[in-house]
């Protein structure tokens, strides 16, 4: 046994930390995949029937509806990817406290500390 020996593979940073951008940047991905398969829906302009007529427009409705929600998305990861630029990542944008790092796990893109949007999403209610 040396006693002089150090383990410097020990060190509990290396591997335990998640990198914030690599996740930021699959899911950035994934949303531009998910809004140019919604931009490519062949849009039928002939109706057999009203009632065809009635389905296309539901799922014209449907589709927005996923593509807004798509393209939100998108800013909210596109904002914390400036963030990380910016090195203001991982604070909440309305009390400045850090947001929990295993809130940041889950949602990488989070604007706020659970506090907050638990405030946020009473206001809204
Ligand atoms: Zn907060």
Same mark, same amino acid.
């Given at each position: 046994?040396?006693?002089?020996?150090?383990?410097?593979?020990?060190?509990?940073?290396?591997?335990?930390?998640?990198?914030?951008?690599?996740? #930021?940047?699959?899911?950035?991905?994934?949303?531009?995949?998910?809004?140019? +398969?919604?931009?490519?829906?062949?849009?039928?302009?002939?109706y057999g029937?009203? +009632?065809a007529a009635?389905?296309?427009?539901?799922?014209?409705?449907?589709?927005?509806?996923?593509?807004?929600?798509?393209?939100?998305?998108?800013?909210?990861?596109?904002? +914390?990817?400036?963030? #990380?630029?910016?090195?203001?990542?991982?604070?909440?944008?309305? !009390?400045?406290?850090?947001? +929990?790092?295993?809130?940041?796990?889950? #949602?990488?893109?989070?604007?706020? !500390?659970?506090? !907050?949007? $638990? #405030?946020?999403?009473?206001? $809204?209610?």
């Amino acid at each position: 046994m040396d006693p002089t020996r150090t383990d410097a593979s020990a060190d509990p940073r290396s591997d335990t930390r998640v990198d914030p951008r690599a996740a #930021l940047e699959a899911e950035h991905a994934r949303l531009r995949e998910e809004l140019a +398969a919604t931009i490519e829906a062949p849009g039928q302009m002939t109706y057999g029937s009203q +009632a065809a007529a009635a389905t296309h427009v539901f799922e014209q409705q449907r589709d927005l509806a996923l593509r807004e929600r798509a393209e939100q998305q998108l800013a909210l990861v596109d904002a +914390a990817m400036a963030r #990380l630029d910016a090195g203001t990542f991982g604070r909440c944008l309305r !009390c400045g406290n850090p947001i +929990a790092p295993e809130r940041l796990e889950a #949602l990488p893109w989070a604007e706020h !500390c659970i506090a !907050c949007a $638990r #405030l946020i999403a009473r206001g $809204r209610g």
